[in-house]
């Protein structure tokens, strides 16, 4: 008796851990398509010249840092121009950095070079994602 009591015990202790690494997982997946969504809605505004769209969906610190839609805007024009007008972009990894999320973009700007943005993510307190930064590194050349 004593022994199927354990059995039984290990069997719903077994469960309750499939179950929760199962809900970990669904909410990584929500994670991304969330994610991927706030990074297309700011390409988009970024293809619009939407300011305000594009800086609705930076984080509460860098509107902090550029004050106004049209300054933030700006900045990406001048500093970002492969992310400000891509040709061509995809996604690829969702990683974590020092406790950051990180979305890797893959991006041909329109002068064919390649690129990838590393956007750092920042959770909301009412759960949403916005871009907290994001690094822009040249990709190697292929071919010869």
């Given at each position: 008796m004593v022994r199927s009591m354990r059995n039984a015990l290990f069997c719903l202790v077994l469960l309750l851990g499939l179950t929760q690494a199962g809900q970990t997982?669904?909410?990584?997946?929500?994670?991304?398509?969330?994610?991927?969504?706030?990074?297309?809605?700011?390409?988009?505004?970024?293809?619009?010249?939407?300011?305000?769209?594009a800086f609705a969906d930076a984080s509460p610190g860098i509107q902090a840092q550029f004050g106004t839609p049209e300054n933030f805007l700006a900045m990406v024009e001048r500093?970002?121009?492969?992310?400000?007008?891509?040709?061509?972009?995809?996604?690829?990894?969702?990683?974590?950095?020092?406790?950051?999320?990180?979305?890797?973009v893959d991006i041909i700007a329109t002068d064919g070079s390649l690129w990838r943005a590393l956007y750092a993510m920042e959770q909301q307190p009412d759960g949403s994602w916005k871009i907290s930064g994001c690094q822009l590194v040249r990709a190697p050349s292929v071919g010869a």
């Open positions: 997982h669904a909410q990584s997946e929500a994670d991304r398509a969330a994610i991927q969504g706030v990074i297309s809605h700011q390409l988009q505004a970024f293809q619009r010249d939407d300011a305000d769209t500093g970002y121009p492969p992310v400000y007008r891509p040709r061509q972009r995809s996604f690829g990894e969702l990683h974590s950095e020092d406790g950051d999320l990180i979305q890797d």
